[in-house]
C-alpha cells in the first residue's frame, strides 16, 4: 500500500443533514486522522509566519522580489523557502533550527520600502480571517530639546504608545554632524485598535513638559474587522449589513401597506 493510497485511507467524508439553512442539500463533513495531521503539524513547527506592510503609496514586490530582498538581509542563512498566502501574507520554511532563531531575533526586517513582520507558526492559521490590529509607523516628536536625543530617552518616551524599533539616521548621528533638528523620529510598532493621542506629559526631576507627536503615513483600520487596508465607513462587511436592514424595512413597509389596502 503506497503512503499517498494510506493517506487518503485517514480521510473519511461523511454527508450530514444541513440543519442551519433551508437547502435540503446535505452538508459534506471531512473527518482528518489525528496522527495523520500530527505527521503535517511536525514537518512544519519551525516554520514562521510573515507580513510585510507597505507604506502608502508603495508598490508591493512580487513574492521572487521579496525573496531577492530578504536574501540580504539573511545571509549566512542555510537554505530557505517562502510560499505566499494572500494578503500581503507569507511562509517561511527553514532547514535549521538555529536561523529560525536568529531570524525570530529580531521583531521585524526593513524592506525599504516596507517592513517585514515575522509570527510564531500556529495551528490552524488562516490569513483570511487573522486579525492584523498592530502596524509599523514612524512616529515624529516635536518640542523635544536636544539634549534628549539618546536612543534610550527616546524608546522611554515612545514605549508610552507602543513598541519601539528604532530612531532615524538623523538621532543616530553625533551633534557634529546633524543638520536637521525639527523633529525626531522613532520607528514604532504600533496598536491601532487603541485611541490615538498626540502628546504625552514627559517628567523628570522638578521639571515636565509636553511633547507633541504625529504619524506618518498611518495605514487605515477598520475597527469592526480588527484589520488594516481599509476604514470602518468603507468596511463592506458593515455597510452590507446597512443595506440588508434598509431592505428589510422597506419590505416590512410594503407588507403593511398592501395589508391596509386589501382591508380597505
Avoid at 62 to 85: C, E, M, Q, R
Avoid at 158 to 178: E, L, V
Amino acid at each position: 500500500m503506497t503512503g499517498d493510497f494510506k493517506d487518503r485511507a485517514n480521510i473519511v467524508h461523511i454527508a450530514r443533514p444541513n440543519c442551519s439553512s433551508s437547502s435540503s442539500s446535505p452538508i459534506l463533513t471531512t473527518i482528518v486522522a489525528y496522527n495523520l495531521y500530527l505527521g503535517c503539524v511536525e514537518v512544519r513547527k519551525h516554520n514562521l509566519y510573515g507580513t510585510v506592510v507597505w507604506p502608502k503609496g508603495s508598490t508591493p514586490l512580487t513574492i521572487v522580489a521579496l525573496k531577492n530582498k530578504v536574501t540580504p538581509l539573511w545571509k549566512g542563512k542555510a537554505k530557505w523557502g517562502i510560499i505566499s498566502l494572500g494578503k500581503w501574507f507569507y511562509e517561511f520554511s527553514f532547514t535549521l533550527l538555529e536561523d529560525v532563531k536568529r531570524v525570530r531575533s529580531s521583531p521585524s526586517w526593513n524592506l525599504q520600502p516596507g517592513y517585514l513582520k515575522l509570527l510564531a507558526w500556529s495551528k490552524d492559521f488562516n490569513h483570511n480571517i487573522h486579525e492584523n490590529t498592530s502596524t509599523h509607523v514612524w512616529v515624529r516628536m516635536y518640542g523635544l530639546s536636544k539634549e534628549y536625543w539618546r536612543s534610550k530617552i527616546l524608546f522611554f518616551i515612545a514605549s508610552s504608545k507602543g513598541t519601539p524599533i528604532c530612531t532615524d539616521s538623523f538621532a543616530s548621528k553625533p551633534m557634529t554632524g546633524r543638520t536637521f533638528g525639527h523633529y525626531v523620529r522613532v520607528l514604532m510598532e504600533l496598536g491601532l485598535s487603541q485611541t490615538l493621542t498626540y502628546k504625552v506629559l514627559v517628567e523628570r526631576k522638578n521639571f515636565a513638559f509636553f511633547v507633541e507627536m504625529d504619524y506618518e503615513s498611518l495605514l487605515t483600520f477598520c475597527s469592526h474587522c480588527n484589520m488594516t487596508g481599509h476604514d470602518l465607513e468603507s468596511c463592506f462587511k458593515v455597510t452590507s449589513k446597512k443595506i440588508d436592514t434598509t431592505h428589510h424595512k422597506i419590505n416590512i413597509y410594503l407588507g403593511w401597506s398592501q395589508n391596509k389596502n386589501f382591508l380597505k
